[in-house]
């Protein structure tokens, strides 16, 4: 039976399976930040004696951590994998792994099966971070591609305040039983959805890619897409890529420089590190409200705010939402640095200005939330060429790991030794210096076509003479 979706929509677009495909691919992502977010309820647990056995500090500095060398080697097996298997299947395959890891933490009566459970959800993260973003930029339309390319950062907050709510309420072992429950959703659901026509065009299948574009689109006439795809990709194709690529082609060695930029950004704000301490962060604060319903109302927070800003990110730019958020970020966390300064070395009596914090973190999540969080992942998926661009996201998962390793061990070290102040001090600062780069450096993406995209970063034009345009 020949498909004509479309003119059942009586020649309206539909985009339903792009949607559906975004929301699917993103089941798993929900599971492996509720890995992120299970320290901040957990680890206090673990230390205090309160479970089956107990953990020392050190200990559980590296249980936090050890989720990021997980991370790792999923993104360079991901980022060589693609080539051959394709990102359905390893979106599919990241099922398996995700369900061990919440098997081992129901069943753990040792830290040894910790460990092991949080390395496997790194593992999985790896792959999501390196599949999922290349997958959603590829098979949305230019004009929605940066509303489905931000359901990731969203739906990371999903995984984190789900699992702030259960952490106030449940025992960890019943958690690692539900937590199983979303691996399996993962497996049911994108079982059903189509591969990208770009991986397609990449093994010379075209009329796979083509019945692809045709259930993506809705529609049965899908001919030019489907030439300018694989004209794109025969350009790219005419130099055999290497990772070499990513530095010594213009286009590549520009959209390396700055995803490495935003991702450093990202990172050296400080939201992984409130991330993982949330409640500890809160707890030190001594605010009347108490560490757990902080901690629900700081994600609930940063859930709301995320979701605006992938509602906006279409119509306002990339480049707004990143300058405002990075420069906002900066001065909440200088006020919140101020705080723990005056309350730790100047011995000054603040008790009924206890709610400082809380609304300093508010502050944050929210600025932070509408352009950091999840700006940076939507155009990694937009700027590096289709040939290179498993290795590159890739990288960046290497890069995402180490940075997060970097800074959480920095802040345990900081804080223990001289003084909350101290490390959010220099996020401040970081922030600052961020909203210099992004200024000079980081150009407009907003409704321009992958291909397009290319071009302009071959053409090396000036962020500047972007932002007089904007200007203008």
Same mark, same amino acid.
């Not at 991370?71 to 995700?98: D, E, H, N, R, W």
């Not at 753990?108 to 290349?134: E, H, N």
């Not at 993506?216 to 690529?245: C, H, P, T, W, Y």
């Not at 009347?288 to 906006?312: D, G, N, R, T």
């Given at each position: ?6 003119? @059942? ?21 929900? +599971? ?7 320290? %901040? ?8 004696? !309160? ?14 951590? =050890? ?44 830290? =040894? ?8 959800? /790194?593992? *999985?993260?790896? $792959? ?64 059903? #959805?189509?591969? +990208?026509?770009?991986?397609? =065009? ?9 019945? %692809? ?16 795809? +694989? ?5 790219? !194709? ?7 690529? $990513? ?38 604060? /001594? ?8 901690? #629900?109302?700081?994600? +609930?927070?940063? @859930?709301?705010? *995320? ?13 707004? $939402? ?14 919140? *640095? ?5 309350? &730790? !070395?100047? /011995? ?43 290795? *590159?996201?890739?990288? #960046?998962? &290497? ?20 003084? #909350? ?25 907003? /409704? ?25």
């Amino acid at each position: 039976m020949k498909f004509n979706i479309s003119s @059942l929509m009586a020649g309206k677009k539909c985009r339903l399976l792009q949607y559906m495909a975004g929301i699917g691919a993103n089941i798993g992502v929900i +599971s492996t930040y509720m890995h992120y977010g299970w320290t %901040s309820p957990y680890i206090p647990v673990l230390q205090s004696g !309160n479970y089956t056995f107990e953990i020392t500090s050190d200990e559980a500095s590296w249980l936090t951590v =050890v989720i990021l060398a997980g991370a790792i080697l999923g993104a360079i097996v991901s980022s060589f994998a693609v080539k051959f298997l394709g990102q359905k299947f390893l979106i599919v395959f990241s099922s398996l792994p995700l369900f061990i890891s919440w098997i081992s933490i129901a069943v753990a009566r040792s830290i =040894v099966l910790l460990f092991i459970g949080r390395f496997l959800a /790194g593992f *999985a993260d790896g $792959l999501f971070f390196t599949i999922v973003p290349m997958y959603l930029s590829e098979i949305a339309d230019p004009d929605i591609r940066g509303i489905l390319s931000s359901l990731f950062p969203v739906f990371s907050v999903v995984g984190l305040l789900l699992m702030s709510i259960l952490g106030a309420y449940l025992p960890i072992d019943t958690v690692g039983y539900i937590g199983t429950l979303l691996p399996i959703l993962l497996f049911l659901t994108f079982s059903w #959805m189509p591969e +990208s026509p770009y991986y397609f =065009v990449s093994k010379g299948e075209i009329e796979d890619a083509r019945r %692809s574009l045709q259930k993506l689109r809705a529609k049965d006439d899908v001919n030019e897409e489907l030439e300018r795809i +694989s004209e794109g990709m025969r350009q790219q !194709n005419d130099n055999k890529s290497s990772a070499f690529d $990513l530095v010594l082609v213009k286009s590549n060695r520009r959209a390396l420089i700055i995803t490495l930029g935003l991702r450093g950004i990202q990172q050296l704000s400080g939201a992984p590190v409130i991330i993982f301490y949330c409640e500890t962060i809160f707890q030190e604060s /001594g605010g009347a409200i108490s560490s757990e319903v902080a901690a #629900m109302i700081y994600f +609930s927070v940063q @859930l709301l705010s *995320a979701a605006i800003s992938s509602y906006i990110v279409d119509t306002t730019g990339r480049r707004p $939402l990143l300058i405002l958020s990075t420069f906002g970020a900066s001065l909440a966390l200088f006020v919140l *640095a101020s705080y723990f300064y005056m309350k &730790i !070395n100047i /011995g000054v009596d603040i008790t009924q200005f206890s709610y400082v914090p809380v609304i300093a973190l508010l502050c944050f999540v929210i600025v932070y939330s509408i352009g950091l969080q999840n700006i940076p992942l939507v155009m990694m998926g937009e700027i590096f060429a289709t040939n290179v661009k498993a290795t *590159a996201l890739g990288l #960046m998962d &290497i890069y995402y790991g180490i940075l997060v390793t970097l800074t959480s061990k920095f802040f345990h070290w900081t804080n223990e030794e001289y003084g #909350m102040h101290v490390p959010f001090l220099i996020f401040a600062s970081c922030c600052l210096i961020g909203v210099i780069f992004i200024v000079l450096c980081v150009p407009e993406t907003k /409704g321009k076509s992958l291909e397009e995209i290319q071009i302009q970063l071959r053409d090396g034009k000036p962020v500047a003479k972007e932002l007089d345009m904007e200007l203008s």
